[in-house]
């Protein structure tokens, strides 16, 4: 059955209308002069459903500074610990004469809210020398004591923070990071200095640099409440100056000027890693074993998504024969549902449908999503769904393929990920993640950033096709 409404104007008659239209073929072409017909018909079409299951999504790669440090027990959710380790950037401008040395600190850098379990709860934390390089790719399974990538028995630091009370360099109460510290031994800090006054050229190459230091382990050592989201994490040296001065009456003091520089730190052109070990709650798994779709980070749970655009293809294609057809828009909404969790584990706010055989490539690329091959959505809390946008791009690549249709043309994965942005007013020396309106996206990595877990309702999957077709 057929409804329609038509509306007069200019001598043009348009159909707007739900139709089941039969036809051999089709062409598509844009719309413009060509068409000169008197009847257009704007077809609209909501009925094709999805078909989709959970899978486990093996080790990630991140290909960002941002890692993950901490551990924590969720209902539902289960049970994740973070460690990391990094390679530094070193700086080529180290200040070395005429000062006194006074200390070296790991400076941890996250953001005030940056954070899932009790803000209160202290966790500890260690840092090891790397004694080797770090791999490249690196995944969330690696294991710096099975690599022995660092010696246990060479202690850098110890140190313990919570979310709340890290106030150091904190004056203004509108700040959005805090820092934690950890100190580094006098025999570091000296070993840098000496290197640097010998070797000065070595730290403009961050590479080279990587032989002399291979970086850090940062292990979390105790506590169970809460996991940081860490956006960096720097070396700060600490020196005074003297100054001889004169005063008002011509006595000669001493006046000291305290001062602080950067050795090294993180960069996205190094190598740094988030080592995850997830442990999925039995009451996620016992929810995928029931045939529910759903998504847990970081290095838990993605859906595979078996697209209908088969059907899609065939509704253009049984259009009127003798008509020109012009794709409108393909749109695709997919309602999920929050699970409960007694840690205010959320839904992750971005998710990746990308087709299953280019994943890998997408982030071994660092790439950005094209509309035709990738998608991104963002968690809307209020509707409780994620949007994939426009898939006409995508439509009109499947349409113009020669050959016919494969699996690989229409299976997608549905995963977390976190969107890279840069400062404009960023230094590479010291890239952070930043939520400024002044970033941009820079990139597109898999989220080890914080815990997350969702399920999606594919049965609610709302993809509306809409076309126009003009009959001659």
């Given amino acids: 059955m057929k409804k329609t409404l038509k509306i ?24 413009g002069s060509s068409l000169v017909s008197n009847k257009i018909e704007v077809l609209i079409d909501s009925s094709f459903t999805i078909s989709t299951s959970s899978t486990l999504s093996g080790p990630i790669q991140s290909r960002t500074t941002t890692q993950l440090l901490g551990a924590i027990h969720a209902k539902e959710y289960g049970t994740l610990r973070s460690d990391f380790v990094a390679q530094m950037f070193p700086s080529n401008d180290i200040e070395v004469d005429n000062i006194t040395a006074d200390s070296l600190k790991l400076q941890l850098v996250f953001e005030k809210e940056a954070f899932v379990g009790d803000s209160l709860a202290p966790i500890g ?59 580094m031994p006098d025999q570091l800090m000296d070993g840098i200095l000496a290197k640097y006054k010998s070797d000065p050229a070595l730290f403009n190459d961050p590479y080279s640099f990587q032989d002399f230091f291979p970086g850090v382990y940062v292990r979390h050592s105790f506590g169970s409440g809460r996991v940081t989201r860490i956006s960096n994490c720097r070396m700060v040296f600490y020196y005074h100056k003297t100054y001889k001065v004169t005063n008002a009456e011509g006595v ?10 950067y050795f090294m730190a993180m960069a996205p052109e190094l190598v740094s890693n988030s080592c995850i070990d997830y442990q999925i709650a039995p009451e996620l798994t016992a929810m995928v074993n029931q045939g529910k779709s759903i998504v847990a980070a970081p290095a838990g749970y993605d859906v595979k998504l078996t697209f209908p655009i088969e059907a899609i293809i065939q509704k253009i294609r049984t259009a009127d024969q003798g008509a020109l057809s012009v794709i409108n828009t393909l749109t695709f909404n997919l309602p999920a549902e929050e699970i409960e969790s007694d840690r205010g584990i959320n839904p992750p706010d971005y998710l990746l449908m990308v087709l299953s055989n280019k994943k890998d490539e ?47 043309d229409y299976t997608f994965t549905l995963t977390p990920v976190s969107m890279v942005t840069e400062s404009s007013a960023s230094s590479s ?11 941009v996206l820079s990139g597109i990595t898999p989220m080890i950033a914080m815990p997350a877990m969702v399920e999606l309702l594919p049965a609610k999957a709302k993809i509306k096709l809409t076309f126009s077709r003009q009959s001659f």
């Fill in 8 to 31: 007069l104007g200019s001598g043009l008659l348009l159909t707007l209308g739900v139709s089941s239209c039969q036809s051999d073929s089709v062409s598509v072409s844009d719309p």
């Fill in 125 to 183: 934390v260690e840092v090891y020398p790397l004694v080797k390089q770090l791999p490249s790719p690196i995944y969330s399974n690696y294991d710096p004591a099975a690599e022995q990538a660092y010696d246990a028995n060479k202690l850098l630091g110890s140190a313990s923070f919570t979310a709340v009370g890290v106030s150091v360099n904190d004056t203004v109460a509108a700040n959005p990071y805090r820092f934690a510290y950890v100190p």
């Fill in 252 to 261: 000669e003091t001493d006046s000291i000027s305290k001062l602080y520089n």
């Fill in 362 to 408: 997408f982030f071994a690329k660092n790439q950005l999503p094209d509309s035709k091959t990738s998608f991104v959505a963002t968690y809307n809390s209020t509707t409780k769904t994620y949007s994939f946008g426009d898939m006409r791009e995508y439509l009109i690549e499947m349409l113009n393929k020669e050959g016919g249709l494969t699996a690989d």
């Fill in 429 to 439: 020396y010291y890239y952070y993640y930043s939520s400024s309106s002044s970033s």
